[in-house]
């Protein structure tokens, strides 16, 4: 029953193990700072790039479209739901970074 309340204090008071980790470690956790890969990024993960920045930019009626590899980088266009080109991004194949 002590083990209970302490719990319950401390999620009262805000402590958490986020909030008593390193600068380093949560940064780690951070879904949206680059990782160092051992592989190169695939087609695949390239297209779940682009659609999680289309969830992020909160773009609706978009998909993704054509994705082609070149010089280490891929190329996403991006499309209305018409099937229109509206951007086209430039995705990092050693990062996954998004460059434009």
């Known amino acids: 029953m002590r083990t209970l ?22 940064a780690a956790k951070d879904s949206t700072a680059p990782v160092a890969r051992t592989e190169p990024l695939t087609s695949r993960e390239a297209r ?3 659609r999680t920045y289309l969830k992020d930019s909160k773009v609706r009626q978009a ?4 994705v082609t590899q ?5 190329k996403v266009v991006l499309k209305s ?4 080109p509206f951007k086209t991004l430039t ?4 990062t996954g970074e998004i460059k434009g």
């Open 5 to 26: 309340i302490a719990i319950a204090a401390a999620a009262f008071i805000g402590i958490s193990a986020a909030g008593a980790a390193e600068p380093a470690q949560v």
């Open 91 to 94: 995705i990092d194949a050693a």
């Open 63 to 66: 998909r993704v479209g054509d």
């Open 81 to 84: 739901a018409d099937g229109i």
């Open 70 to 74: 070149r010089n280490g980088e891929y």
């Open 48 to 50: 779940d790039i682009a």
